[in-house]
């Protein structure tokens, strides 16, 4: 099993600088799902790290990095969770679905077998991640590669899909020049932030819980 944890210029930064009277802040798992080669890896570090490389390899297995950001005079740790799309690791990437907050279900907008994939993709979070609440649970939706001018999915196309499968709301983005991407994931923060009581999450930033149990929400475009 392959963890990688990365930190990045702007991922919650460890140090003495941070006092004993420092405010708590909500710890949110957020998780990538998606075919390999849409784009979860560049997302996630465009994000944090506000940089893309076009030399980024697939994921083998999971890696994760944390922002710490300000959501509607909220502060709360993200920490997001990149998994490898790729069939034969399915086995890496699914223990850690456990816990998640949110996931966002991604696809690139220039492949439309990505597009067909996402209700498989939806499937498999639901159970291992173990959801009891599927229709409430938050899901966020992403066209990703927004940029690339040949596309396959419209956005009509996208738009139904997700009104058809849950009323999930959906971002076009592009990891190469940052539309929308800071949006798609302050959304998802949003969507968790909305549907339930966080006061179970309230943790020091400069900690990494990961054996918190599953929880459910309620989300609606």
């Given at each position: ?15 003495e ?20 080669g ?40 993200m ?14 990437r ?36 173990d959801?009891?609440e ?19 999915v419209?956005?009509?196309?996208a ?5 058809d ?24 923060v ?28 309620t989300?609606?475009?």
């Amino acid at each position: 099993m392959i963890l990688t944890h990365r930190t990045g210029q702007a991922a919650d930064r460890f140090g003495e600088e941070r006092s004993m009277a420092q405010p708590k802040s909500s710890l949110l798992k957020v998780i990538l799902l998606g075919d390999g080669g849409v784009g979860k890896s560049s997302l996630m570090n465009r994000y944090v790290t506000n940089k893309f490389d076009t030399h980024l390899f697939h994921t083998i297995g999971v890696e994760f990095l944390n922002k710490e950001l300000e959501v509607d005079g909220r502060v709360v740790t993200m920490q997001i969770w990149d998994t490898a799309g790729q069939e034969r690791f399915r086995s890496l990437r699914t223990p850690f679905y456990r816990g998640s907050d949110c996931c966002l279900l991604t696809f690139s907008l220039d492949d439309s077998q990505s597009f067909l994939n996402l209700a498989n993709w939806k499937k498999e979070f639901i159970y291992y991640a173990d959801v009891k609440e599927p229709d409430s649970f938050p899901f966020v939706v992403l066209g990703n590669k927004v940029d690339v001018g040949e596309r396959q999915v419209t956005s009509e196309e996208a738009r139904q899909w997700c009104c058809d499968n849950g009323a999930h709301p959906y971002y076009e983005t592009s990891a190469k020049d940052a539309t929308n991407v800071a949006a798609a994931f302050e959304e998802a923060v949003r969507r968790v932030l909305a549907t339930e009581d966080r006061a179970d999450h309230l943790i020091p930033t400069d900690t990494v819980n990961l054996h918190r149990k599953p929880r459910s929400g309620t989300t609606c475009c």
